[in-house]
């Protein structure tokens, strides 16, 4: 299926959909600082998601289409990702509850805009709790914000850190960094072992 180009107010983002038949939910995610929806984190969850009949879209922000590979502010990727998920909700992915996520960056801003989106989970694939070698710079707040039930798959040596649990927030620690790309079928059946109890 071709991607759906979604305008923004920061310019155009792009929404690769892989939709399944009778969809239980939505899960939308959203990608890392420097790469893209190809990650194969990312592309473990959008797999088991929709052996869970769970509809996916993969949102590239509006810099990476316009070929940029530097993030812009935060503000600005919260802007735009608010603006494709509304539009998603309000067409493809109509009347189906929202799972928000994605990986590292793309984990922040589901954080910061899960009420604004109206999300009832929030996914987060190495969650950068803090710059490398600066816990001072915590991240956090972010994370604790998120009042919904939350998932955190983390790698063990992540250089990013480890989150804490938390009331509504599972963090599940897989073998690799913050690439999670070590053991892929630990993150995916980690992801599906949740769906399961968020889509019941």
């Not at 990650?39 to 990476?64: G, M, T, W």
């Not at 990986?103 to 190495?126: D, I, M, N, Q």
């Amino acid at each position: 299926m071709k991607p759906l180009e979604i305008d923004t107010p920061h310019g155009p983002a792009r929404a690769h959909l892989h939709l399944v038949e009778e969809p239980k939910a939505a899960l939308v995610l959203g990608h890392g600082a420097g790469g893209g929806v190809e990650s194969r984190d990312l592309v473990a969850a959008k797999e088991v998601a929709q052996a869970e009949n769970v509809s996916v879209a993969l949102v590239e922000q509006p810099y990476r289409v316009a070929g940029r590979r530097a993030p812009a502010p935060p503000a600005r990727l919260d802007a735009a990702w608010t603006a494709v998920v509304g539009q998603l909700r309000a067409a493809e992915l109509a009347n189906l509850p929202l799972i928000a996520g994605g990986r590292s960056l793309g984990a922040r801003v589901a954080c910061r805009t899960a009420e604004a989106t109206g999300a009832v989970a929030v996914l987060c694939l190495a969650f950068p709790v803090h710059p490398p070698g600066r816990p001072e710079k915590s991240r956090l707040e972010e994370l604790d914000a998120v009042t919904l039930p939350t998932l955190v798959v983390q790698g063990v040596s992540d250089p990013f850190g480890m989150p804490p649990p938390g009331p509504q927030r599972e963090v599940v620690q897989v073998k690799g960094d913050h690439g999670l790309k070590a053991d892929l079928d630990a993150v995916g059946a980690a992801v599906q072992v949740w769906l399961r109890r968020i889509v019941a």
